[in-house]
């Protein structure tokens, strides 16, 4: 189960190396280290309630993350974010 998360964040760094103009590091990432037991609960329990949220109405979703909607607050495009965060990685 904890391979799926580094496949999942190889995936993902790959996606947005398609995206950027120059090439996406994973820094940091050794397959062979693994989160302890505290670190993968405490995911496993993010993630849980992200499913939760997806799965209820949007008032629902809203209440689990202490808002009265889950709809987006950002109103932009995000382009510039996205030319940022491939330069920073």
């Known amino acids: 189960m904890k391979n799926i998360l ?3 964040l190889l995936g993902l760094a790959t996606l947005a190396a398609a995206f950027g103009e120059s090439p996406l590091h994973v820094r940091d990432f050794d397959p062979e280290k693994l989160a302890d037991d505290a670190t993968w609960e405490k ?5 849980s309630q992200l499913v939760q949220a997806m ?3 949007d008032t629902e979703a809203g209440r689990l993350f ?3 909607s889950a709809e987006s607050e950002f109103k932009g495009d995000m382009k510039r974010q996205w030319r940022t965060l491939l ?3």
């Open 6 to 8: 580094a496949i999942a």
């Open 55 to 57: 799965m209820g109405t």
């Open 87 to 89: 330069s920073i990685l």
């Open 43 to 47: 995911f496993k329990c993010k993630g």
């Open 66 to 68: 202490g808002k009265p």
